[in-house]
Nanobody
Framework: QVHLVESGGGLVQPGGSLRLSCASS????????MNWYRQAPGKQRDLVAT???????NYADSVKGRFTISRDNTKMTVYLQMTNLKPEDTAVYYC?????????WGQGTQVTVSS
């Protein structure tokens, strides 16, 4: 059975930082593309960052230069380092593992950016 478990969310002031983690089990982690998505209240779920099997990365324009995605295949974990956070980054952040027809999601972790 596949499990993706996010952690690291919370309340942070504008300009602050957080690091999200997503620990996986039940998949051959190293062959999956790993993604972070986010969903704000009343909005669709949007792709934030992607890291491929070969560790190439891509980011949404709104987070470029502020967020960094990384992966540790030995720990089967993907990370999202978020800096210079803004109120518009407030959302539930979801971890996703994707390989062709296989698509798995975590339960999400809340990030709130507010003074």
């Amino acid at each position: 059975q596949v499990h993706l478990v996010e952690s690291g969310g919370g309340l942070v002031q504008p300009g602050g930082s957080l690091r999200l983690s997503c620990a996986s089990s039940g998949i051959i982690f190293g062959i999956y593309t790993m993604n972070w998505y986010r969903q704000a209240p009343g909005k669709q779920r949007d792709l934030v960052a992607t890291i491929s099997r070969s560790a190439s990365t891509n980011y949404a324009d709104s987070v470029k230069g502020r967020f960094t995605i990384s992966r540790d295949n030995t720990k089967m974990t993907v990370y999202l380092q978020m800096t210079n956070l803004k109120p518009e980054d407030t959302a539930v952040y979801y971890c996703n593992a994707n390989k062709r027809d296989n698509d798995y999601w975590g339960q999400g972790t809340q990030v709130t950016v507010s003074s």
